[in-house]
DNA sequence: ACCGGATTCGGAATCCGGTTCCGTATTGAG
DNA sequence: CTCAATACGGAACCGGATTCCGAATCCGGT
């Protein structure tokens, strides 16, 4: 259970399965999710079996690519987002990301966002972006961009909220950032009425 | 073209159609979109044929049962929102309808959202819920409930944003509509910041 | 009430794409 | 160089949507 058994895969095994993932990235920016597994084995140069073998099932693949964006927007967080002083406006960037990563990658949507949506999110990458999440709430909770009750979830919510909607209409999602974050900023004075 | 060159048709066929959306409601709000065709037609106690029949595909028949959807919430914001004096209650009331449809119904949940996310709806019932909308939109902007440069779209956006998220975590869509509609509330004072 | 063409029905056959299986080819340690 | 282990390719299999067509049903006319 605790053992790692798979120790040293063949070499082409393991260069097969990047030249896999690889074109799967590729084909599911370009035509979206109507990509078939056959289609990739082409275009990788390798047979169906082998897709099989390096990703169990289609929604594996997805994932894996999904895996992928997830990485690109980590990245990008932490070389762009988390050294903005402005935590608005690192927030904004941060959630801008995720609207731009779906505006390509029409196709891996589905994964990516229900990877955003939920609290349970499965890969090592999606975690450290969770941490990520963390750090900017509580910067917007320390410098009072976010009001008091603000919660990693709601964040997430937004995320996901994004995410969804880049589906249907590319680049709307501008608005839908600026409107959350308006809603989870901090009523400055009391309300009056 | 511009003819109605299918008058009468059959009484039957007519009585069955509306069996098969009967019949297709209840699998999908029970079971999620998983249900299969031939299921449907087994429930309705037709043959598959008919049901291809009345409905040319399988995506056709799940936005036909959204189309319901959209009567119900319809009707439900007639009686129940617009009435309601305070316009922020009647949005979330509005809003919150649309994540209570959602949370029942998860197998319709992708087309009324694909329906609600976009600006161009199709149906008959989905300009009459257009309409109740830019109805709310306009009370809200004449009684200071929303900011000035609020939109239908931002309403709608919203409405998709809300169903979308309803599918990953029952119920968190009200936190959603809270922070969404916070944020198209007008900032009493200026901002001093 | 009965007839005949138009329309609808039922469900077997077909098509499609994901997934599995297995004989063959490749890898790499001894 | 040899052999066991591992990976490969792609044909076969399967489930589920969609199509097809002879049989059954409707309905206006007689």
Redesign the interface.
């Known amino acids: 259970m605790s053992k790692k058994p798979d120790r040293k895969a063949r070499a082409d095994a393991e260069h097969n399965r990047g030249r896999v993932l690889e074109v799967a990235c590729e084909l599911f920016a370009e035509h979206g999710d109507e990509v078939q597994m056959a289609e990739v084995a082409r275009a990788a140069g390798v047979g169906v079996g082998t897709v099989y073998r390096h990703f169990p099932t289609r929604q594996a693949l997805i994932e894996a690519v999904a895996e992928r964006r997830f990485a690109e927007i980590l990245a990008f967080a932490r070389a762009e987002c988390l050294p903005n002083p402005d935590t608005r406006q690192a927030l904004v960037c941060f959630l801008s990301r995720i609207g731009e990563v779906h505006d390509r990658a029409r196709g891996v949507s589905s994964a990516i966002?229900?990877a955003l949506?939920?609290?349970e999110p499965r890969g090592q990458v999606a975690v450290e972006l969770l941490a990520i999440g963390q750090a900017l709430l509580d910067r917007g909770l320390a410098d009072g961009t976010l009001r008091p009750d603000s919660k990693v979830?709601?964040l997430y919510?937004?995320a996901?909220?994004v995410a969804?909607?880049s589906?249907?209409?590319a680049g709307?999602w501008r608005?839908?950032i600026?409107?959350?974050?308006?809603?989870?900023s901090p009523?400055?004075?009391a309300?009056?009425e």
């Open positions: 966002e229900a949506g939920s609290t979830d709601d919510m937004i996901g909220a969804a909607i589906r249907y209409a709307d608005r839908l600026d409107i959350a974050l308006e809603g989870m009523r400055l004075p309300r009056s």
